[in-house]
Nanobody, 128 residues
């Protein structure tokens, strides 16, 4: 089993920065990818970005490219989502998820169904 725990959410103003953390534990050797998703009220959960557990390759949703950065600290089995220049429309519950599935195409990792292990979510609220 794999456990995923997010932290770091909060209330910030537009233009501010925030860093979310995702600690992964358990059978981490089975993980291929860790993804970040978000869900705003009344909307479906949407892909934000992911990082390959080995190698560190990243991929982002177009609307966050250049503002959000995903990184990993190997010694702590922790993945970070650094969010800069936050906008009101970034307000959502942010989820970290881990996938033990191996796919050749990065497109698969943009879908929530690819991830079998999810954290509880952390609220990010951006005020104007």
């Amino acid at each position: 089993q794999v456990q995923v725990v997010e932290s770091g959410g909060g209330l910030v103003q537009a233009g501010d920065s925030l860093r979310l953390s995702c600690e992964v534990s358990g059978r981490t050797f089975t993980i291929y990818t860790v993804g970040w998703f978000r869900q705003a009220p009344g909307k479906e959960r949407e892909f934000v970005g992911f990082i390959r557990w080995s190698g560190g390759n990243t991929h982002y949703k177009d609307s966050v490219k250049g503002r959000f950065t995903i990184s990993r600290e190997n010694a702590k089995n922790t993945v970070y989502l650094q969010m800069n220049s936050l906008k009101v429309e970034d307000t959502a519950v942010y989820y970290c998820a881990a996938s033990s599935l191996s796919y050749p195409s990065e497109n698969y990792y943009m879908a929530p169904r690819t991830y079998g292990y999810w954290g509880q979510g952390t609220q990010v609220t951006v005020s104007s």
